[in-house]
């Protein structure tokens, strides 16, 4: 059974550098015999799921226009990781942050790792 | 890039149905069959529930269904029981380069 689980610091200061990293368990990033994305979604509090982008495993990469000034997303097949970076935070940046893994067949979302939560605050 | 829209509320009493609407574009929803359904309860994981427009993963309750005309696609719960309350979001495939787009997300409340 395939699990994701998110990882990394619940508090950041404002303008720094958030850092996620999302392992994978239980299947290889590369989905061996079909092709499938590696993608974060995160959900500030009381607001609606936002998509911030994915990753295929051979590093080709897609943003949400929003924020791809500031994000950038990698895959790691030697460690079966993904890791968000996202520069400049503000307050606006505090949300529950998950993983998920994107299934190119149907383009649906159907593994999710429980999510992190975020904080940005001096 | 602009989010597909859905109603902010949809509210219903046990047993009767309902709909969700998703509004697209030619970019997304409009060309490709590619939209998928999200349950999201409070502190929870969300569920894919639907995927392909009408597909419903294994274990999920055909209580779900989905459709699509043009660049709105529908989610309808019928026979609306009190677990159904939940958020629920559209996604689709988009050919604007960021692979997926969300929907605003829908409140449903069981009266």
């Known amino acids: 059974q395939l699990q994701l689980q998110e990882s990394g610091p619940g508090l950041v200061k404002p303008s720094e550098t958030l850092s996620l990293t999302c392992t994978v368990s239980g299947g290889s990033l590369s989905c061996l015999n079909y092709f499938c994305y590696w993608g974060w979604v995160r959900q500030p509090p009381g607001k609606g799921l936002e998509w911030i982008g994915s990753v295929f495993y051979r590093g080709t990469a897609y943003y949400n226009p929003s924020l791809r000034s500031r994000v950038t997303i990698t895959a790691d097949t030697s460690k079966n990781q993904i890791s968000l970076r996202l520069a400049s935070v503000t307050a606006a940046d505090t949300a529950v942050y998950y993983c998920a893994r994107l299934y190119s067949s149907t383009w649906s979302l159907d593994y999710w790792g429980q999510g992190t939560l975020v904080t940005v605050s001096s | 890039q602009s989010a597909l829209t859905q109603p902010a509320s949809v509210s219903g009493s046990p047993g009767q149905s309902i709909t969700i609407f998703c509004t697209g574009t030619?970019?997304?929803?409009?060309?490709?069959?590619?939209v998928s359904w999200y349950q999201h309860h409070p502190a929870k994981v969300p569920k894919l529930i639907i995927y392909?427009?009408?597909n419903r993963p294994s274990g999920v309750s055909g209580r779900f269904s989905g459709s699509k005309s043009a660049s709105t696609a529908s989610l309808t719960i019928s026979g609306l029981q009190t677990e159904d309350e939940a958020e629920y979001y559209c996604t689709s495939y988009s050919n604007r380069g960021t692979l997926a787009v969300f929907g605003t997300g829908t409140k449903v409340t069981v009266l």
């Open positions: 392909d427009v009408t």
């Open positions: 030619t970019s997304d929803v409009g060309d490709y069959d590619h």
